[in-house]
């Protein structure tokens, strides 16, 4: 693996945090014996997938994390979350960069949101389903999930563009 510079690691922190901050916005509704969300967090993983590629496991697993640890509602989903988010965000990243893009291909892009959502998807819905809520209280948070997955891609698709060509030559210096 490739050694990381001081810059990189200073940035997959800021980006952490802002991860982080779009979950931490947040409207939790009560579903099946429990409490599910709609967030930004999402969105802020799919841009971050388009700035820096796969790394983007690194800052999806730890601010989305870092808020469950943080919110008594959602603590004990800090370790699910840490696992499914991180691959949302590593699935998004890799596909964003397959084939040289690295990022500048909007359907390419849409395509990995599309994939990394589905991780998220899945990933909850198992976890929902055999640890916290059942078939039927999977199920009914399968709808704020869904939601919180279209909101993501719709504001990423034109966002993470206009932030991938606002940043260029700077993410690219520090990589």
């Known amino acids: 693996?490739?050694?990381m510079s001081t810059n990189m690691l200073v940035m997959i922190a800021m980006l952490s945090a802002l991860v982080f901050?779009?979950?931490y916005i947040h409207i939790e509704i009560p579903i099946g014996g429990g409490v599910s969300m709609i967030h930004l967090g999402t969105t802020v993983i799919?841009?971050?997938a388009v700035l820096i590629g796969e790394k983007a496991v690194i800052p999806a697993a730890i601010g989305s994390a870092?808020?469950?640890a943080l919110t008594p509602a959602f603590v004990l989903w800090v370790i699910p979350t840490f696992i499914i988010k991180g691959?949302?965000?590593?699935?998004?990243?890799?596909?964003?960069f397959m084939n040289g893009k690295e990022g500048r291909s909007t359907i390419q892009n849409i395509i990995g949101f599309i994939l990394g959502g589905l991780v998220s998807l899945v990933g909850y819905f198992?976890?929902?389903?055999?640890?916290?809520?059942?078939?039927?209280?999977a199920v009914t948070s399968?709808?704020?999930?869904?939601?919180?997955?279209?909101?993501?891609?719709?504001?990423a698709v034109p966002l993470s563009m206009?932030?991938?060509a606002a940043t260029r030559g700077f993410i690219e210096r520090i990589n």
């Not at 704020?144 to 891609?153: H, R, W």
């Open 87 to 96: 691959a949302t965000g590593y699935v998004a990243g890799k596909v964003a």
């Open 1 to 3: 693996m490739k050694k």
């Open 66 to 68: 870092l808020m469950d």
């Open 126 to 137: 198992i976890v929902n389903w055999v640890i916290f809520k059942g078939w039927e209280g």
């Open 21 to 23: 901050l779009g979950t």
């Open 46 to 48: 799919f841009i971050v």
């Open 162 to 164: 206009a932030v991938k």
């Open 142 to 155: 399968l709808l704020t999930s869904i939601t919180t997955t279209v909101i993501g891609i719709v504001i």
